[in-house]
T-cell receptor, first 113, second 114 residues
Framework: SQQGEEDPQALSIQEGENATMNCSYK?????LQWYRQNSGRGLVHLIL?????REKHSGRLRVTLDTSKKSSSLLITASRAADTASYFC?????????????FGKGTLLTVNP | ETGVTQTPRHLVMGMTNKKSLKCEQH?????MYWYKQSAKKPLELMFV???????ENNSVPSRFSPECPNSSHLFLHLHTLQPEDSALYLC?????????????FGSGTRLTVV
């Protein structure tokens, strides 16, 4: 069953603006990860946040995690045209096969120059 | 290059053909994965290998047959595929099975079944 679900499905912004994408999930997790995928290519790991963390930064990326709401957000600040890609959240599950990384359908971000 | 190499990048095959997809990593990772990515659908986990042993077979049809001869190489053997099997097939690896690790993905093989 699908665990993570991204929102919105598509987002179009101007260069220099901030982009925020959200992810909701259904069951308790150990970790949540965000990935980026350029068109027709493989996924690139961006950031991992553990269930006992609330916020994490990496360069222009900021990820938050709210386990009480079962949600996460990815903020990209000062966006660039090169940030145009699909962004996916991925979660494991506390119970059962917790090595299985389950992906959502992704948010397609378009950054216009 | 991410450290995970997939070949070929593109493959067109007929429904009666037999072909193989190859994945190679020299990152020292112990776990390898096959995912299928179809349009408008989430990534689907197909197979998981840890230290060359298959630990997950996610209800994948038998026309897909994985092989992991060593911890650096993973194959996906294809035979008598259907047009709905056309998709991007992604290989990934991670340090171990435990979920504290991010996955490293290859660039994928774009498969078209005609």
């Amino acid at each position: 069953s699908q665990q993570g679900e991204e929102d919105p499905q598509a987002l179009s912004i101007q260069e220099g603006e901030n982009a925020t994408m959200n992810c909701s999930y259904k069951t308790s997790i150990n970790n949540l990860q965000w990935y980026r995928q350029n068109s027709g290519r493989g996924l690139v790991h961006l950031i991992l946040i553990r269930s006992n963390e609330r916020e994490k930064h990496s360069g222009r990326l900021r990820v938050t995690l709210d386990t009480s709401k079962k949600s996460s957000s990815l903020l990209i600040t000062a966006s660039r045209a090169a940030d145009t890609a699909s962004y996916f959240c991925a979660t494991d599950a506390v119970r059962g096969s917790n090595y299985k990384l389950t992906f959502g359908k992704g948010t397609l971000l378009t950054v216009n120059p | 290059e991410t450290g995970v190499t997939q070949t070929p990048r593109h493959l067109v095959m007929g429904m009666t053909n037999k072909k193989s997809l190859k994945c190679e990593q020299h990152l020292g990772h112990n776990a390898m994965y096959w995912y299928k990515q179809s349009a408008k659908k989430p990534l689907e986990l197909m197979f998981v290998y840890s230290l060359e042993e298959r630990v997950e077979n996610n209800s994948v049809p038998s026309r897909f047959s994985p092989e992991c001869p060593n911890s650096s190489h993973l194959f996906l053997h294809l035979h008598t595929l259907q047009p709905e099997d056309s998709a991007l097939y992604l290989c990934a690896s991670s340090q171990g099975l435990h979920m504290g690790y991010g996955y490293t993905f290859g660039s994928g093989t774009r498969l078209t079944v005609v």
